[in-house]
C-alpha cells in the first residue's frame, strides 16, 4: 500500500479540525494559543507532503517561515498574557470585553 | 509497507495527542500532550526526506516553544479546571470540519488543476539539509533576513511586556498604589 499525497491532505484537515474546534471550545487562552500551534502544524505538514511529492524544496521553505512566525507569536502573544494576568488575575476571554457588545 | 505502517502510527498518535490537548480541562495535560504532539509531526518529516525541517520542529516547537509555554504557565493558575464555553457542540464541530474541507480544498484545486512544475527541484546527491542551505541563502535571503528581524522584535517585546516590574506583583497591589507608581513616573518624566 503506497502512501501518497492524498494521506497527507486527510491528516491534516483532521489536524487543522482538531485545532479548530479547540479555538471554537476554549475559553482560557492559553488553551487558545495550544490550538493555534496545532493549525500551524497541521499546515506545516501539508507544505512538507507537497514539497516531498512534487520534488520542490519551496514547500519546505515556507514551512520554515511559518515556524518562525509561531515561534514569535509564541513570545509576544505570551509577554501581553502575562501583562493581563498580572493586572486582573484571569485569562478568560469572556472577561476581557471591554465595549460591553 | 514499512513507510505505511509508520504514516498510520504516527497519525493515530497524533491525532490522539492532538484531540487531548484540545479537549482536556487540565492545562498541564493539555501542555503535554501538545509538547508528544509535536514530537510525533517531526515523525512525518523525517518519513517524507525533509530531514531538518524535522530537527527544527523538535529544536523549535519541543525545546523553545514548549519550554516558553511552561514557562508562562507558572505565571498562570493552572491548579484549577479550566472553564469552557458551553456551546452546541455538534454545531462547532461540524463547522470545524467544514472550515477545515473548505481551506483544504482552496489550496490543493491549484494544485491539481494546473501542472505545476518544481521551481526549486530537488537536487540528486546532495543531503537535505545542504539542499536547503542552498536554497535558503540564495533565492529566500531576503525573506530569512527579514524573519530575523521579526524574531528580533518579538524577542525585544517578550522582555518589555513580560520583564516589567518583576519584582512588584501588580495582581496584589490596589489600584491606587499603582496610580501613585504612575504618577511618580510621569513626575520623573516631566521634570
Known amino acids: 500500500m503506497e502512501i501518497g499525497l492524498n494521506h497527507y491532505l486527510v491528516l491534516s484537515t483532521i489536524l487543522f479540525a482538531i485545532g479548530l474546534v479547540g479555538i471554537m471550545r476554549r475559553k482560557n487562552l492559553l488553551m487558545l494559543f495550544f490550538a493555534t500551534e496545532i493549525l500551524l502544524n497541521s499546515v506545516n505538514i501539508s507544505f512538507a507532503a507537497i514539497s516531498h511529492y512534487y520534488g520542490d524544496l519551496t514547500g519546505q521553505m515556507f514551512a520554515f517561515f511559518v515556524i518562525a512566525i509561531a515561534a514569535s507569536e509564541v513570545a509576544v502573544g505570551l509577554g501581553l498574557l502575562i501583562v493581563w494576568h498580572k493586572r486582573h488575575g484571569n485569562i478568560d476571554l469572556d472577561l476581557m470585553s471591554t465595549m460591553k457588545g | ?191
Not at chain 2, 5 to 24: E, K, P
Not at chain 2, 39 to 53: K, M, Q, R, T, V
Not at chain 2, 97 to 110: C, D, E, H, W
Not at chain 2, 162 to 181: F, N, P, W
Open chain 2, 1 to 191: 509497507m514499512f513507510e505505511a505502517i509508520a504514516f498510520y502510527m504516527f497519525a493515530f498518535l497524533t491525532i490522539a495527542m492532538f484531540y487531548i490537548a484540545v479537549t482536556t480541562s487540565q492545562a498541564l495535560y493539555a501542555l503535554t500532550a501538545l509538547a508528544s504532539g509535536m514530537i510525533f509531526i517531526s515523525a512525518f518529516y523525517f518519513i517524507l526526506g525533509a530531514d531538518f525541517l524535522g530537527a527544527v520542529q523538535i529544536v523549535v516547537y519541543s525545546g523553545a516553544v514548549l519550554a516558553l509555554y511552561a514557562f508562562g504557565m507558572m505565571f498562570f493558575d493552572t491548579t484549577r479546571d479550566i472553564k469552557e464555553k458551553q456551546g452546541n457542540r455538534y454545531v462547532v464541530i461540524g463547522l470545524s470540519v467544514l472550515s477545515a474541507l473548505l481551506v483544504v480544498v482552496i489550496f490543493v484545486t491549484p494544485l491539481i488543476s494546473s501542472n505545476i512544475t518544481a521551481l526549486y527541484p530537488i537536487a540528486e546527491g546532495v543531503g537535505n539539509t545542504q539542499q536547503v542551505g542552498m536554497v535558503l541563502f540564495t533565492k529566500y535571503l531576503v525573506p530569512f533576513e527579514v524573519a530575523a528581524i521579526m524574531l528580533l522584535v518579538a524577542m525585544v517585546a517578550g522582555i518589555v511586556l513580560a520583564g516589567k516590574k518583576m519584582d512588584l506583583s501588580l495582581t496584589l497591589m490596589s489600584d491606587a498604589e499603582i496610580r501613585t507608581i504612575k504618577e511618580e513616573k510621569t513626575k520623573k518624566v516631566l521634570s
